[in-house]
């Protein structure tokens, strides 16, 4: 045999170690390779970031971990959530010259369908680099929700924390008197990444060479303010983070002196139809940011998904979005005290575009402001933690075909029996639903929404603070929690190595 064969079938035989599923298929008789249908089996690692969850002394953070029980998953695991150093320190964990001593999480993930929930106060609560391997990872979760009682952003600041990428778009965010927003980037890894920010307003991108080419040590986290990055006053802002090298985490801390604040996380990937699911329904104002970051200019139909249907919102049939600027648009109270969905589809022409609205309820000194960014459908299944009886509702939409979907309510984080509900959500239609909670519950506990049978699903949740007295409120979308993941069926035959 040759050293070339021979070669051929050690590096062959070392990826199918390495990988544990690798395999070769050999040719059938038309001399076309067969495939089997690939297999959808639990991921074994996850990663999750959490940005600093505020600058106010009066700030009140809950962390809250879950892991749904996935079938297949490995019977072991753990997962971690870890501090990550300022940028400033360079992610040495040195301060004065000396080793700074490690500060102990204040959540420990536990075992799959069990909640558990920490707390943290003050504003030196750092950022959190998480990690879930073997069976904690399929699906894992960690809400971090904030509740500020006074000064700029107060009210409540929820953010579900999120997996590194490579590129993120923030519609929605804003440098206007009033306004200080910042952009948060963790990096998780053993190397510096390297980001671009880049800001677009009215008119286009603002100019700007201070977001250029930022470098994030490894196992860092950095705030940056936006009114440092441009001197221009912008109401809509449309945020690009691209990173050259590496990846991070990233999220926009969007804090008003009037209205409060909240976290806005990413929109949806550029796409030509959108949904934004689960506005409020006592929203007294609605304002819809969006931008395409292609050449084209955009023409888009706007429709609320509502109980009875879709229906258009009067003086706001369409809107035109052109290229390469924000545009922001009013739509006022239009959800008219029932569940709802933005739906945006092209009238023509099909052009990729960011989306995300900013919604206000309460009024007077008594407004509270959150996000909901367009969202990926639920797909086979998402969750969200930290719930809390009669301050939790969920929405679900679907926008096309009618839809069946199973809604399970875990344990309480201190005690409690898990609850399971299915719901058929009419084709066009956005339901607030009457979600399970958990017999005897005592804390607070995470929802899993899984898709049963139809179109695709759309949901988010709203959860409430607890003085009635203010409108506090955060909103959270639940796209798909990628637990699973599809892996190509193949048998090994290294012949094909040997022609």
């Known amino acids: 045999m040759k050293r070339t064969t021979l070669s051929l079938i050690a590096c062959a035989t070392a990826l199918a170690a390495v990988t544990g599923f690798a395999a070769v298929s050999a040719p059938d008789g038309s001399g076309t390779a067969t495939a089997a249908p690939a297999a959808r089996l639990p991921v074994e690692r996850t990663s999750l970031l959490c940005p600093a969850p505020s600058t106010s002394d009066l700030a009140e953070t809950a962390y809250t971990s879950f892991t749904p029980v996935t079938k297949g998953a490995d019977e072991k695991g753990d997962a971690e959530l870890a501090t990550a150093e300022t940028a400033e320190d360079g992610g040495k964990g040195e301060k004065d010259g000396k080793d700074e001593k490690k500060e102990k999480p204040v959540v420990q993930p536990k075992a799959p369908g069990t909640p558990v929930a920490g707390e943290t106060t003050g504003a030196d609560a750092p950022a959190l680099i998480g990690t879930a391997e073997g069976g904690t990872a399929p699906g894992w979760t960690v809400q971090q929700t904030t509740e500020v009682a006074a000064g700029t952003g107060r009210g409540l600041q929820g953010v579900n924390c999120t997996a590194p990428d490579t590129e993120f778009w923030f519609p929605g965010a804003g440098t206007a008197t009033g306004r200080t927003d ?261 804390g607070s506990y995470a929802l899993t929404v899984e898709t049963v049978s139809g179109g695709p699903v759309h949901a988010s949740r709203t959860l409430t603070g607890s003085d009635d007295d203010v409108a506090a409120f955060t909103v959270q979308t639940l796209p798909d929690d990628r637990g699973m993941v599809s892996v190509p069926n193949a048998d090994e035959d290294l012949s094909v190595l040997q022609k």
């Open 182 to 442: 910042y952009v948060h980037l963790t990096n998780p890894d053993d190397s510096a990444a390297v980001v671009d920010i880049e800001l677009y307003g009215k008119d286009g991108a603002l100019k700007s060479t201070v977001g250029e080419g930022v470098t994030v040590p490894p196992h860092t986290s950095e705030s940056l303010l936006l009114s440092t990055l441009s001197e221009v006053k912008e109401t809509d802002l449309t945020v690009h983070v691209g990173v050259r090298s590496g990846r991070v985490g990233a999220a926009v801390q969007a804090l008003d002196d009037k209205t409060g604040g909240d976290w806005l996380t990413a929109a949806a990937d550029p796409a030509s139809e959108l949904v934004l699911p689960g506005i409020p329904k006592d929203a007294t104002a609605v304002r819809l940011v969006l931008f395409t970051p292609g050449g084209t200019d955009a023409d888009l139909k706007v429709r609320l998904a509502s109980p009875s249907g879709l229906i258009t919102p009067a003086g706001h049939e369409t809107v035109h979005v052109k290229a390469g600027m924000t545009t922001g648009v009013d739509l006022g109270e239009v959800t008219r005290g029932e569940a709802g969905s933005l739906v945006l589809t092209p009238t023509d022409r099909a052009v990729p575009v960011v989306a995300a609205v900013r919604v206000v309820r309460g009024k007077g000194d008594e407004q509270e402001s959150a996000f909901v960014p367009a969202s990926d459908p639920v797909g086979a299944r998402a969750t969200v933690a930290d719930n809390r009886a009669k301050s939790t509702t969920l929405a679900l939409s679907a926008t096309g075909e009618a839809a069946q979907v199973k809604v399970t309510a875990s344990a309480g984080t201190e005690g409690g029996t898990p609850a399971t509900k299915t719901y058929t959500i009419k084709a066009g239609t956005t339901q607030n639903v009457d979600a399970p909670v958990p017999a005897g519950l005592k």
